[in-house]
């Protein structure tokens, strides 16, 4: 019996090419993301990782090629015009409001359409310990809880693609898998995910297919363990 077609990409990139100025940092990388799906784009420090989600944030725009959501060109569109279309992107960094307390920043999601409620209920089931630093600054948080405080927003938002940078950079390991694990339960509701990571450990135990960007192209792809041998022990760190 012949094996179901493939779902259709909700995230496409066709030969992107992207980069600052004169200097071109993505050369033509094919990838696809589907929905319910977690796709890690793994590499060195200087891949291209970054770059990559950038182009697809629209916070930089493509030299050649083509992104595609829901088969629908949107090369080149602007940031908020994505996000409208559904892209919620986590940069490296946090991405919170340090100045404002966790309700504050819980409310601020809540622009999106979602309810405050709604998004205080979520945001309070899947990470308890932030009931109860609702009235601290964001900004006195811990790595870990400001990095919870903001994948809140895509846990309450339910956005079409998730674009996750860097989610491990300074947490420990035991953080970080709480966080993945939070963040693998957004595939079950149909979010398509790219998520851009230095270290392959954490990415290989939650994703659903990984692609390997060196020097700005695609050298590998394929399922997390027909990758392990090949990352095993070679340039990407390990926890």
């Known amino acids: 019996m012949p094996e179901p077609a493939p779902p259709s990409p ?11 100025g004169r200097i071109e ?3 033509g990388i094919d990838l696809a993301v589907a929905r319910g799906t ?5 590499g060195p420090n200087g ?13 930089v725009r493509p030299t050649a090629g083509t992104i595609r959501m829901a088969g629908v060109d949107v090369t080149g569109a ?3 015009a994505l996000a409208r279309a559904g892209v919620c992107t986590i940069p490296e960094g ?6 404002l307390t966790v309700d504050e920043n819980l409310l601020m999601f809540s ?8 998004v205080a209920d979520v945001a309070f089931t899947h990470f308890p310990q932030l009931e109860l630093r609702r009235r601290v600054l964001a900004g006195l948080l811990s790595g870990g809880e400001q990095q919870m405080l903001a994948v809140c927003r895509a846990l309450s938002t339910r956005p079409a693609v998730l674009l996750l940078d860097e989610l491990s950079m300074g947490l420990g390991p035991i953080v970080v898998e709480e966080l993945y694990a939070q963040v693998k339960t957004l595939t079950e509701r149909g979010v398509a995910i790219l998520l851009v990571e230095q270290f392959a450990a954490f990415v290989l135990d939650v994703a659903d297919q990984v692609a390997v960007l060196v020097n700005g192209e695609i050298r590998a792809a394929g399922r997390p ?5 090949l990352l095993q022990g070679a340039y990407l760190g390990a926890r």
Do not use: C, I, W
């Open 111 to 118: 622009h999106g359409g979602a309810s405050a409620r709604h």
């Open 225 to 229: 363990a027909e990758m392990a041998g």
């Open 38 to 42: 977690l796709v890690g784009l793994l």
């Open 94 to 99: 946090r991405g919170v409001f340090p100045n």
């Open 25 to 27: 940092v993505l050369h």
């Open 78 to 80: 602007s940031p908020d």
């Open 10 to 20: 909700v995230l496409e990139l066709r030969a992107l090419r992207a980069g600052y």
């Open 47 to 59: 891949a291209g990782k970054t770059t990559a989600l950038a182009a697809v944030s629209g916070q």
